[in-house]
């Protein structure tokens, strides 16, 4: 039988801190090893069939964080932004970073807009990062987004449904989410495409995002392979049609 690949894995990348302080290193060098799995692992998902990949690189609620933790990972950003074109282009991948960037630095934002434009032909992999990302307040800015719309009366009240809402998300026009992976052990969603994961399938592992590796991704495609999804409905085997 024909291995079921996820069109859509989304990463909750857990666990940079816990590794580097059992290294006796200080967390930014979790971080750091971190970005570098991201982007093999960003390789393995399109040797898998994997066509769109989605990670957690920084949440609304990250600014809590120390202000050295929070500026290391904005460079780490940074540098992807600024060194990722020409590898983007050879595999030909198409960066999106989803996000309020309104609370970014402005080199950052014009760096993330231009990796964008330049990746926007692109037709192999879809790669999200999420930066500055919360799916409530994703869902706050769509609300506000729609809200002229619906006072100016081109969009009528009743007329709101999931299709209009959705093309408010930063992920409009994206598929929802087939399976969503989270690392280092700890089991809930913290914000992550709130909205999108409604039917998504979870899938928790105990290893530290900087020691995730294909075998781990393809251990999580496994187990999505086995999973039945219903969406809600009757399966064949429950005597009714599934969807
Ligand atoms: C969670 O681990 C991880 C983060 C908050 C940051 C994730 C960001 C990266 C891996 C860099 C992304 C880079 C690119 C290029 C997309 P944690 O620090 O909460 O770990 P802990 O729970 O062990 O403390």
């Not at 816990?18 to 991201?38: F, M, N």
């Not at 037709?123 to 100016?152: C, S, W």
Request: charged letters at 30%; proline letters at 3%.
């Amino acid at each position: 039988m024909k291995k079921k690949i996820p069109q859509h894995v989304a990463i909750i990348m857990d666990g940079n801190g816990r590794w580097a302080r059992q290294r006796g290193l200080p967390r930014t060098s979790g971080h750091k090893k971190g970005a570098e799995v991201v982007e093999q692992i960003l390789e393995d998902a399109d040797d898998i069939g994997i066509r769109y990949l989605t990670v957690y690189a920084f949440s609304t609620e990250n600014w809590l964080r120390p202000v050295m933790e929070v500026s290391a990972l904005m460079n780490l950003l940074r540098l992807y932004m600024k060194s990722a074109k020409s590898k983007c282009m050879k595999n030909n991948v198409r960066v999106r970073v989803i996000g309020d960037r309104t609370k970014l630095d402005a080199d950052l934002v014009s760096s993330i807009e231009q990796l964008e434009k330049d990746t926007a032909s692109n037709t192999g992999m879809h790669f999200q990062i999420a930066i500055n990302y919360g799916g409530r307040d994703e869902l706050i800015r769509a609300f506000r987004k729609l809200m002229p719309a619906v006072r100016d009366g081109s969009i009528n009240e009743e007329n709101i449904d999931e299709a209009v809402i959705c093309s408010a998300l930063d992920t409009a026009g994206l598929p929802d989410p087939d399976l969503m992976i989270r690392t280092c052990g700890e089991q809930r969603t913290s914000n992550f495409l709130m909205w999108q994961s409604a039917y998504t399938e979870l899938y928790f592992t105990d290893i530290a995002w900087p020691d995730f590796n294909k075998e781990e991704l393809l251990k999580a495609v496994e187990a999505y392979g086995s999973r039945e999804r219903r969406y809600g409905g009757l399966t064949e085997e429950n005597g009714e049609a599934s969807e």
